[in-house]
């Protein structure tokens, strides 16, 4: 999988991508992440990527033209399932979603700032919207990042046998069970006996149980 994450602050992605399992994935060559510098496509001599909105009314708007001029350029390279604008009114992220996506093999991520991009550029040049929650970020890449994190970790060999995604809070619609580790007690405080009781039956059964309790007492909608 390929994943393009288009920003005018190409540094505020550095450091999701270059630890933990997103970089893993990228070093194992699971998925391969580009960032663009939307400053690198703009004709102006600052090298700008906003402009006051026609119409007046506080904040820039990010204009088309760099965008449009970035959207070309990875597009004519090869061709994308998704070019996706990180928006708060757009779809919001879900599990199903994140699977939806992890099956695609070239994304486009597109972050807007300011007081969002010319609606043109949602108008033509993007398929799809994804906002992370009802509230406003200050710019869409740590939504992008959220994203990409989310899809990326479905992707064969990301994960090992034991972090598997299936097992996943939402993937069935459950959210996990708890989990415990040493010491089995702790200032009184004690792990369930039946996590120590070595019957693996019993273990599964128990883990259902308090997987469906966890569902019903915190997100009943699902
Ligand atoms: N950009 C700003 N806020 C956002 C949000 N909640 N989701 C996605 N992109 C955003």
């Known amino acids: 999988m390929r994943i393009d994450i288009i920003t005018c602050l190409p540094r505020l992605l550095e450091s999701p991508f270059g630890d933990s399992i997103l970089?893993?994935?990228?070093d194992k060559g699971l998925v391969a992440v580009h960032v663009?510098?939307?400053?690198?496509?703009?004709?102006?001599?600052?090298?700008?990527?906003?402009?006051?909105?026609?119409?007046g009314g506080a904040g820039m708007v990010m204009m088309?033209?760099?965008?449009?001029?970035?959207?070309?350029?990875l597009t004519s390279a090869r061709a994308y399932d998704d070019i996706i604008y990180m928006s708060p009114?757009?779809?919001?992220?879900?599990?199903?979603?994140?699977?939806?996506?992890?099956?695609?093999?070239?994304?486009?991520l597109?972050?807007?700032?300011?007081?969002?991009?010319?609606?043109?550029v949602r108008e033509h040049l993007i398929t799809r919207e994804i906002s992370i929650g009802d509230y406003v970020l200050s710019g869409g890449e740590l939504a992008a990042a959220v994203v990409a994190d989310a899809v990326i970790r479905l992707?064969?060999?990301?994960?090992?046998?034991e972090t598997s995604a299936l097992s996943d809070s939402f993937q069935?619609?459950?959210?996990?069970?708890?989990?415990?580790?040493?010491?089995?007690?702790?200032?009184?405080?004690?792990?369930?006996?039946?996590l120590?009781?070595?019957?693996?039956?019993?273990?599964?059964?128990?883990?259902?149980?308090?997987?469906?309790?966890?569902?019903?007492?915190?997100r009943p909608n699902l």
């Open 155 to 161: 992707l064969p060999g990301v994960l090992n046998d």
């Open 89 to 108: 009114d757009g779809e919001r992220l879900s599990q199903s979603i994140a699977n939806q996506l992890s099956l695609k093999k070239n994304l486009i």
């Open 64 to 73: 088309i033209e760099p965008i449009d001029r970035c959207i070309q350029a």
């Open 36 to 55: 663009h510098d939307l400053r690198e496509y703009s004709t102006n001599k600052h090298r700008t990527t906003d402009d006051y909105a026609f119409g």
């Open 23 to 26: 970089k893993r994935a990228q």
């Open 172 to 194: 069935d619609g459950l959210i996990a069970p708890p989990v415990y580790t040493r010491p089995s007690e702790y200032k009184g405080w004690k792990v369930p006996d039946v």
């Open 110 to 120: 597109l972050c807007g700032h300011y007081k969002g991009v010319d609606e043109r």
């Open 196 to 218: 120590l009781s070595g019957h693996q039956a019993k273990i599964e059964e128990w883990k259902q149980e308090q997987s469906i309790k966890r569902t019903k007492e915190r």
